[in-house]
């Protein structure tokens, strides 16, 4: 049977455009389907919109820090629109070098949904179909709302970057890395943030200490963080909620509220521990589910998850043999640098004759809170029921913000077994821990001893020294 392309991609994110440019490589016919803006997630609404906000909310600290390093600096206020305006003319800039990327690889871009008729059959919004041997869907993922009264006044993490205006109050739900993330950028560029979680402590599944500092690091940042919190009530705010939120916060026997800001408009929100405010934004980072609804899959035949994922073998292949999927719409592990790797892997598989399954095992990655997360490996607790390991960590003021008198600390941890002495599990919170990560990484990867970390001379002064130099074990399991 002749088919119009030898693959076709669905999704026009990372994972799928560089499918589609190695896939073209190789003499295949590619075509391409995105129904809203190349790049996906990460460029248009994820990865690099949200640090390049972390990093513009970093300047906060820094007139501080500069003052107090003999500086004379007069500090300013953030100029929410100025910045909005040049972030979106970046994101275009980033989705135009994605086209021409597509463009000068031949590959044929369809600006449309495309939703599966059959294992070989695509259809478009405008009605065309068209015909592949190889189908790869690679449509990520999107942030959902809970299923509560007054959930649709809120916003979720694709909205914060086009607001008109910066809140003067948030109210974060979740304790997730999104929403970790997002209390830690929206205080630093002057918002009043109060997190909401459910749970004992953010970040669950990662390092236990860890997550406690960084916790205490936020809160001593100023975001009002309330562990085993959640949303009992929420809607539109009155003008007798609006009167009481323009009173002095209390908390005891009256519910506290905190006032409203902006348009003079609010929302009002009741928490399970009873206290009551008003906020001018509630931000829900409660979870994300695969863009599957609507694709035509089960029709297809292709096996979708009770969470809407597409299943796949270690091959990126559903059950349909003609039919692929990458990244996030499959629900294995949810970066940005893992899709494209899956995408890799699939070129290989179907275009180069290279059977090569995806490496999920050690992947590094980092959380950009305030203070920063650096992780690769197991978790101490994960570990301990692996097998017995040695603990070695270090947590102290590092020398820059010691100077300036800031009370930030840093955490260096190494998780060893007792038995091969391989590093199982690294983790780091200080200033730059995804660039440390990275680099050590590299070494766990390759399945480096504590001995192989003992043996490498430590550059000094730095912070990373210390993951060289703790000697000691601080504990055993």
Not at 53 to 78: C, H, I, P
Not at 82 to 102: A, M, P, Q, S
Request: with cysteine; glycine share 12%; aromatic share 6%.
């Amino acid at each position: 049977m002749a088919f119009d392309y030898d693959l076709f991609v669905i999704g026009g994110g990372s994972g799928g455009v560089r499918a589609a440019r190695v896939a073209a490589a190789t003499g295949a016919k590619v075509a391409l389907a995105e129904e809203y803006r190349m790049g996906g997630t990460c460029v248009i609404r994820g990865c690099v919109p949200k640090k390049l906000m972390v990093f513009a909310s970093g300047y906060s600290e820094m007139f501080d820090d500069a003052r107090a390093y003999g500086w004379d600096v007069t500090e300013g206020s953030f100029d929410w629109p100025k910045f909005r305006g040049h972030l979106h003319k970046e994101l275009d800039r980033l989705e135009g070098i994605y086209r021409k990327l597509l463009d000068g690889s031949g590959v044929a871009i369809f600006d449309a949904r495309a939703a599966l008729k059959d294992p070989h059959t695509v259809v478009l919004n405008d009605g065309r179909e068209v015909s592949a041997k190889h189908i790869l869907v690679a449509t990520g993922g999107r942030p959902v709302m809970p299923d509560i009264s007054g959930a649709e006044l809120g916003i979720t993490s694709n909205d914060i970057f086009n607001l008109d205006d910066m809140p003067r109050s948030i109210l974060i739900i979740g304790g997730g890395y999104i929403a970790s993330e997002f209390a830690g950028i929206l205080n630093g560029l002057g918002v009043k943030v109060t997190q909401f979680y459910r749970g004992a402590q953010i970040l669950r599944g990662f390092d236990g200490e860890a997550r406690g500092l960084i916790a205490e690091g936020m809160r001593e940042k100023g975001v009002d963080l309330h562990l085993g919190t959640n949303i009992v009530e929420m809607r539109a705010a009155t003008d007798a909620d609006m009167s009481d939120a323009m009173g002095t916060p209390m908390e005891g026997g009256k519910p506290a509220t905190v006032a409203s800001g902006g348009s003079g408009s609010g929302i009002w929100v009741k928490a399970s521990n009873g206290i009551e405010r008003v906020f001018d934004q509630v931000m829900f980072a409660t979870g994300r589910a695969a863009n599957t609804d609507g694709m035509g899959l089960e029709q297809a035949g292709v096996e979708v998850g009770r969470r809407g994922e597409i299943v796949v073998d270690e091959y990126s292949q559903t059950k349909v043999p003609s039919v692929y999927a990458i990244g996030d719409v499959t629900n294995r592990v949810q970066l940005t640098p893992v899709a494209i790797r899956e995408g890799m892997a699939f070129v290989e598989t179907v275009f180069k004759g290279n059977p090569t399954p995806v490496d999920h095992d050690l992947i590094p990655s980092a959380v950009f809170t305030q203070p920063e997360f650096g992780t690769i490996g197991l978790s101490e607790e994960d570990a301990r029921e692996v097998e017995p390991v040695e603990i070695y960590c270090s947590s102290f003021k590092p020398m820059n913000h010691a100077f300036a008198g800031r009370s930030d600390r840093v955490m260096m941890k190494l998780v060893v077994s007792k038995a091969t002495r391989k590093v199982l599990g690294c983790h780091i919170v200080a200033d730059h821990a995804g660039e440390m990560i990275q680099l050590a990484g590299i070494a766990v990867k390759m399945g480096a001893t504590k001995e192989d970390f003992d043996r490498t001379v430590a550059v000094h002064p730095t912070v990373a020294e210390e993951l060289v130099t703790m000697k000691e074990p601080v504990r055993t399991a």
